[in-house]
């Protein structure tokens, strides 16, 4: 295997950040339970489940069980002061991605991974796959290939196993920020450092300071944010060509778009319009940083940058942060408001956050009978439909948090957090039971904190929540601290 042949697995970690969606609340704001916001304490496991190597033919069984055994010794080397354990489950491999999420449920591990190995005329291959739970996403490796005869072919096979243990470190990472687990985040994160050369750290060391940062948008430790997305392009310009790729544009984009996350965590929206400005004049179809940016012109109260990033975003990319940041801007246009929910409506008709959200911030007796017509036609269970019930006055407080319970904490969170988001927009609106026809910018501060409070960062309810938050820090009176 040669060196160009390990992945930078990028694309994968842009794909594993599509949000979820769900959500839950009261008109206290934070008096209301937040279920399972805090960290965990550093002792929570992340459970690896290894399954043995499939060989192919009777000939590669010996080859399989070494590979296996380098592997393990990989895992072992790397594991000890980390929350991963490994373990062997006694099942055959999956054969489908629906088999093994089911897999991963009924034994209980956050992820699978197997593989199967096979030799021909001398050459030995080897293919692995996995499943992770939290993300319920496939995932596999690069090929490796070796052959036999070559005296070269055991340190090979030594370096692909340690790349592997690597590997599988690093994917347990984004899952563990799922779930709230900072301090295993960093016990994980401090292995993985150069063990050789070559390794798989050593090959894609700007995602390991892209995880790093990561983890401070977790904490929301504005600074350790900075600094790991400004090594990550640090090593990105290390290794560009000149002129730069497209994808080397790309990457920077990406990283550059963390790195003014960063710079909104530490209060610095201007520092994030400089950055952005310049990324966005480069790479111009890249939706992140023109949400951030806009993001950015909101936090410095200037509706008319902000109006030209966000337009042709919300109608490029119709979703809620790009719609609802959109709207924020043109908040004095109802017409052009309301123009804005309807085109993301259109686009997703089934989406119930994408009607609450026209609820909550263009409240009319036309929004009240289409909100109360989808959830006639709906499963009253769905959520978040209980929120719905609960801003038409068909569902008390105390069902809507019995409503939100889970018994997985990482859905539970995550319905908190966006339950809390679209009652502090009810709350600035005037729609909040309990405060109809009075909108509170103190209560709907106080939602969007619990909202943030959840540390459900991979949520877009989340990021409109510290959007809000930073308009609402705005003098009042200035138009991007109100609706």
């Not at 009261?26 to 929570?44: D, E, M, V, W």
């Not at 090959?203 to 900075?226: A, F, K, P, Q, Y």
């Not at 109006?307 to 719609?323: F, Y």
Request: with cysteine.
């Amino acid at each position: 295997m040669t060196p160009s042949s390990v992945p930078s697995l990028l694309p994968l970690r842009l794909l594993l950040l599509v949000s979820l969606a769900t959500a839950c609340a009261a008109h206290r704001g934070p008096a209301a339970p937040i279920a399972s916001s805090s960290a965990s304490k550093g002792n929570t496991a992340y459970v690896v489940g290894l399954l043995p190597l499939h060989p192919t033919s009777p000939e590669a069984a010996a080859e399989a069980k070494a590979q296996q055994s380098l592997i393990e010794q990989a895992l072992a080397t790397l594991t000890p002061g980390t929350p991963i354990v490994v373990v062997h489950p006694d099942i055959q491999p999956p054969t489908s991605p629906e088999q093994a999420s089911a897999l991963v449920q009924s034994t209980k591990v956050d992820e699978l991974f197997w593989g199967e190995v096979s030799l021909e005329n001398g050459k030995l291959s080897v293919s692995l796959r996995g499943f992770e739970r939290t993300v319920n996403a496939p995932h596999g490796t690069w090929p490796m290939e070796y052959t036999l005869a070559d005296p070269a072919q055991r340190e090979a096979r030594e370096l692909d196993a340690l790349r592997v243990a690597q590997y599988l470190l690093e994917e347990s990472l984004l899952p563990q920020m799922m779930r709230n687990r900072p301090t295993e985040v960093r016990q994980t994160l401090e292995v993985l450092v150069v063990r050789k050369p070559k390794d798989w750290v050593d090959w894609n060391s700007d995602i390991i300071h892209r995880r790093w940062g990561m983890l401070g948008r977790l904490t929301r430790d504005g600074v350790l944010t900075e600094q790991r997305y400004r090594a990550a392009l640090a090593e990105v310009a290390e290794q560009a060509s000149s002129p730069p790729s497209s994808a080397t544009l790309a990457r920077e984009a990406f990283f550059s778009a963390g790195l003014a996350r960063g710079f909104l965590l530490q209060g610095k929206p201007q520092a994030a319009v400089e950055l952005l400005s310049d990324v966005v004049r480069r790479v111009p179809d890249e939706a992140d940083s023109r949400l951030l940016l806009g993001r950015a012109w909101l936090a410095l109260g200037n509706r008319a940058e902000a109006t030209k990033v966000l337009e042709p975003l919300s109608r490029q990319h119709a979703n809620l942060e790009s719609t609802r940041l959109y709207t924020v801007a043109v908040a004095d246009q109802p017409e052009q408001v309301n123009a804005a929910l309807a085109w993301l409506q259109e686009k997703q008709p089934e989406d119930t956050s994408v009607r609450l959200l026209r609820y909550v911030i263009a409240p009319s007796p036309e929004a009240t009978t289409d909100l109360k017509a989808f959830t006639a036609s709906h499963p009253a269970a769905s959520w978040p439909l209980p929120v719905m019930r609960y801003l038409l006055g068909e569902l008390d407080e105390q069902a809507l948090w019995a409503a939100a319970k889970n018994a997985d904490d990482h859905l539970e969170r995550i319905q908190n957090g966006q339950a809390h988001y679209f009652l502090g927009e009810a709350a600035l609106s005037g729609v909040l039971p309990g405060h109809l026809g009075a909108p509170d910018r103190g209560v709907a501060r106080r939602h969007f904190e619990a909202s943030i409070a959840t540390s459900a960062f991979h949520q877009p309810t989340y990021n409109l929540a510290d959007a809000r938050l930073e308009q609402l820090a705005l003098p009042e009176g200035t138009p991007s601290s109100q609706q």
